[in-house]
């Protein structure tokens, strides 16, 4: 009988020392440190070549590629030229900036600036060699108003000049390029049809145009009084 006894107690402190062990093995493995990243691990993304402004669609030769750290890059960037040329920005992008799908847009399939274009108007282009423009003093998000001057009436002393489309927010900027060299300079912009006539009538009219660059605190319509020599006389004093 004592000899059962003992056999007992050996099987018994067996056993506990058994799920001593199994316990401890489970806790070493939750206090384990989890593995760790190499913070050297990088994705390549997409990044803007150059600024692209508003409703600009996306070429080849806007885009170019950079590395960034895993971590730093946000959810929807693009990593395929292809998922980006041709679509057309609904958000400005600054040059070296990654590009994110939801700053690009093509709905339902269709791409181009017609995208983004608001309801009611129409894009244009509008041919100058105003200095302001060629010299470089006027920038995309620039608001103008055209001075224009012509011909009104019949007669002698029929040329008047006049502040004619006011307010007009430059989008793009067209000129030159390395494959289009003798591309003319055009300025871009979103106008209602009825304007977009005025536009072209002012260009086909050969009326000498000029542009003024708007203060950016300023966007409420002006009213300005044509000038012809009649004016000029009276005012300033001119001997005819």
């Excluded at 402004?53 to 950079?66: F, N, Q, S, Y």
């Excluded at 224009?148 to 009436?153: I, L, M, P, Q, Y």
């Excluded at 007009?168 to 289009?180: N, R, S, Y």
């Amino acid at each position: 009988m004592r000899e059962l006894r003992s056999w007992i107690f050996l099987g018994v402190g067996l056993l506990l020392a058994s799920l001593t062990g199994l316990v401890m093995y489970g806790l070493s493995q939750q206090v384990a440190p989890a593995p760790t990243v190499s913070a050297s691990s990088s994705i390549e993304v997409v990044v803007a070549k150059l600024d692209l402004p508003v409703r600009t669609v996306i070429t080849a030769d806007a885009l170019m590629r950079k590395s960034y750290a895993v971590d730093l890059v946000p959810e929807g960037a693009v990593v395929r030229e292809a998922d980006a040329i041709g679509l057309t920005t609904v958000a400005p992008i600054a040059r070296g900036q990654m590009l994110v799908s939801g700053q690009l847009a093509a709905v339902g399939g269709k791409k181009g600036a017609s995208v983004t274009l608001e309801k009611g108007l129409v894009l244009v282009s509008f041919p100058t060699t105003d200095p302001l423009t060629l010299g470089g003093l006027l920038n995309v998000g620039d608001r103008v108003d055209i001075l224009a001057s012509a011909a009104v009436g019949t007669g002698e002393n029929t040329r008047t000049s006049q502040t004619t489309l006011q307010n007009l927010e430059v989008l793009d900027i067209l000129g030159p390029t390395k494959d289009q060299p003798q591309r003319a300079t055009a300025l871009v912009f979103a106008v209602d049809h009825q304007v977009a006539l005025v536009l072209k009538y002012l260009r086909d009219s050969q009326a000498s145009i000029d542009l003024a660059i708007r203060s950016r605190a300023e966007s409420q319509p002006v009213t300005t009084v044509s000038v012809n020599q009649t004016f000029l006389v009276q005012t300033y004093g001119f001997r005819r």
